[in-house]
C-alpha cells in the first residue's frame, strides 16, 4: 500500500505565493518521477511540472518561470512552490509518483489533491 499526502494549499492573494508538499509512504522500494498536475473547475488536468529521479525538472510553457519543482529523495517528499501567483492559477493540485513497490512492481500513484485558491 503507497500512500501521497499533498499539504500546503490555501486561500492567497493575486501576487503571493505558497509551497506545496507531497509525500509519498508505504511500501516504496524506490521512486522514479514525481510530478505535479492541476484540474481547474470545468477544465481537464493539466500538467504543472515534473522532477526526474536524479532532480532534473520540466515545466508547462504556460508557467513563466513562476513555479518551481524539487524533491528530497531521503523524505520521499516532491515541493512546487508557486510565486507570484494569479486568478487562473486556481485549482486542485495533485501530485503523482512512478513508483517501484517491494514487490517489485511499479505503479504510477496520485495524491487525493490540495485547493489553491488566488483571489483579493
Known amino acids: 500500500q503507497v500512500q501521497l499526502v499533498e499539504s500546503g494549499g490555501g486561500l492567497v492573494q493575486p501576487g503571493g505565493s505558497l509551497r506545496l508538499s507531497c509525500a509519498a509512504s508505504g511500501s516504496i522500494f524506490s521512486i522514479n518521477a514525481m510530478g505535479w498536475y492541476r484540474q481547474a473547475p470545468g477544465k481537464e488536468r493539466e500538467l504543472v511540472a515534473t522532477?526526474?529521479?536524479?532532480?532534473?525538472?520540466t515545466y508547462a510553457d504556460s508557467l513563466e518561470g513562476r513555479f518551481t519543482v524539487s524533491r528530497d529523495n531521503a523524505k520521499n517528499t516532491v515541493y512546487l512552490q508557486l510565486n507570484s501567483l494569479k486568478p487562473e492559477d486556481t485549482a486542485v493540485y495533485y501530485c503523482?509518483?512512478?513508483?517501484?513497490?517491494?514487490?517489485?512492481?511499479?505503479?504510477?500513484?496520485w495524491g487525493q489533491g490540495t485547493q489553491v485558491t488566488v483571489s483579493s
Open positions: 522532477i526526474s529521479s536524479d532532480g532534473k525538472p
Open positions: 503523482n509518483a512512478r513508483i517501484l513497490t517491494f514487490q517489485k512492481n511499479w505503479y504510477t500513484y
